[in-house]
């Protein structure tokens, strides 16, 4: 059983040795529950309950109201896909943005998260990036359209020491400015104390 609470504009934070079900918290929230899995009780979105959504609901939820950044960028992203297609893919569906509206969008995004030269990284594909960089898009991504939540499964494990503070601020300057609310998993408690409230 658990019992958390997000707010806006706040970083939660999840710690918790390896296995003792953090990725599973956040699967249960985005209603990704592997075959066999279910998820009892009550998760609340604003006014809403998500515990027997139906799924085509669910999915205007998913990717559009929360946003959710995997600990390993390589694994998340589509490798034959370039960072603008899957950006701009994102806002299409959901968002009903035109072509030229989301490129604009996502180029906005990339220099947000302080991507370099943000047109000439739409066009390019993930293995073209750094570790970190992937990271950045990654977040991006999620974060394409505007959502009240974003869950971040150890989002700093993959990358080297020396990016993770950059990360972490980021995330935390994110929530801030766009009043997410944001759950932090991780299994260091030293990232935690330095970031999540
Ligand atoms: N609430 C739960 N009920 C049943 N099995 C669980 C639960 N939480 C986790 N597990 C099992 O434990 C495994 C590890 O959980 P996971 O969420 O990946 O851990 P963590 O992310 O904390 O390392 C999962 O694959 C699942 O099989
Ligand atoms: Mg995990």
Redesign the pocket.
Known sequence: GIDLALRPGAVQGLA??????????A?AVLGLL?AG?TASGSIRLGDEELIGMPSRRYRAVRGRRIGMVFQDPSASLHPQLTVGAQLTDVMRTHLGLSRAQARTRAAELLDRVRVPHPDAALKKFPHQFSGGQRQRVAIAIALACDPEVLLA?EPTTALDVTVQAGMLHLLRDLAIERNLAVLL?T?DLGVMSAIAD
Do not use: C, R
């Not at 918790?16 to 918290?25: A, I, L, V």
């Open positions: 918790g040795e390896s296995g003792s079900g953090k990725s599973m918290t699967m592997p899995g499964d998993v299994h």
